[in-house]
């Protein structure tokens, strides 16, 4: 029939397939929908492409193999044996599925944190934004705080429930800019980063000592400018009762 009749096979096998990529791509949407209410800390902590691709070509397979053939087709030159053409795939597979449906954002929310680690610029996320590949930079910020609420909250609750550790350090971090003027010019931010280990091998009773000497060492070093030498103050006096 294809060789009597090309125009109307291919016409009708173009209108299947493009029914079965709808249903499809209803389904790559749905599965890339993040679940309401969903820490986004676990959403990051199980973040895997290996596992989106599995399920996306349990999902969409037609739509899986047409990218495949799409992006294989033809000999192999050397350039593409150092490529990850898998990376590649999920990676329109998940642009896709944001262009279908903008809630589909499992990958972009991945990416926007990564992103704003690496620090990129205001314009790099605009444009990244547009393409589909992450959110835009103020998501990005919602995010991050969400990230860090979420995580303080795991951090009260240990140290309301076992004894911990806290090791802290300066940070000056560098902030250069290619045309200096005035109100713009080469800087460093200064901070302080912490973190916090529980010591799941010490008694309870340790947790509560150093509260209280927090406490107590708040109330007397109150003019104190430098927050590190209070806390010091208490960890020692909580080690030695």
């Known amino acids: 029939?294809?060789?009597?009749?090309?125009?109307?096979?291919?016409?009708?096998?173009?209108?299947?397939?493009?029914?079965?990529?709808?249903?499809?791509?209803?389904?790559?949407?749905?599965?890339?929908?993040?679940?309401?209410?969903?820490?986004?800390?676990?959403?990051?902590?199980?973040?895997?492409?290996?596992?989106?691709?599995?399920?996306?070509?349990?999902?969409?397979?037609?739509?899986?193999?047409?990218?495949?053939?799409?992006?294989?087709?033809?000999?192999?030159?050397?350039?593409?044996?150092?490529?990850?053409?898998?990376?590649?795939?999920?990676?329109?597979?998940?642009?896709?599925?944001?262009?279908?449906?903008?809630?589909?954002?499992?990958?972009?929310?991945?990416?926007?944190?990564?992103?704003?680690?690496?620090?990129?610029?205001?314009?790099?996320?605009?444009?990244?934004?547009?393409?589909?590949?992450?959110?835009?930079y103020t998501s990005a910020i919602e995010k991050i705080k969400q990230l860090g609420a979420e995580r303080l909250h795991k951090i009260i609750g240990l140290a309301h429930s076992r004894a911990f550790m806290i090791i802290w350090d300066n940070l000056n971090i560098a902030f250069r800019v290619g045309e200096q003027r005035k109100a713009s010019k080469d800087h460093f931010d200064n901070g302080t980063t912490a973190t916090l280990i529980p010591l799941y091998e010490r008694p309870l009773w340790l947790s509560t000592s150093v509260r209280h000497c927090v406490l107590a060492c708040r109330t007397r070093f109150w003019a104190c400018k430098n927050a590190s030498i209070v806390l010091v103050g208490a960890l020692l006096s909580a080690w030695s009762w």
């Not at 969903?38 to 996306?56: C, K, N, Q, V, Y």
């Not at 329109?92 to 944001?98: G, N």
């Open 1 to 136: 029939m294809r060789n009597k009749q090309p125009g109307v096979v291919n016409g009708w096998a173009a209108a299947a397939t493009g029914e079965i990529l709808v249903d499809e791509g209803l389904k790559l949407a749905s599965y890339l929908w993040p679940q309401q209410g969903r820490p986004l800390t676990d959403a990051m902590s199980e973040f895997s492409l290996e596992r989106i691709l599995t399920d996306a070509e349990l999902l969409a397979p037609t739509l899986c193999s047409l990218l495949r053939d799409f992006s294989t087709n033809g000999p192999v030159s050397p350039a593409a044996e150092r490529r990850d053409n898998d990376l590649i795939l999920v990676t329109v597979i998940c642009m896709l599925a944001r262009s279908r449906n903008g809630h589909s954002t499992e990958f972009q929310t991945t990416t926007c944190i990564y992103l704003l680690a690496c620090g990129a610029s205001r314009s790099q996320f605009d444009v990244l934004n547009h393409a589909g590949f992450t959110l835009s």
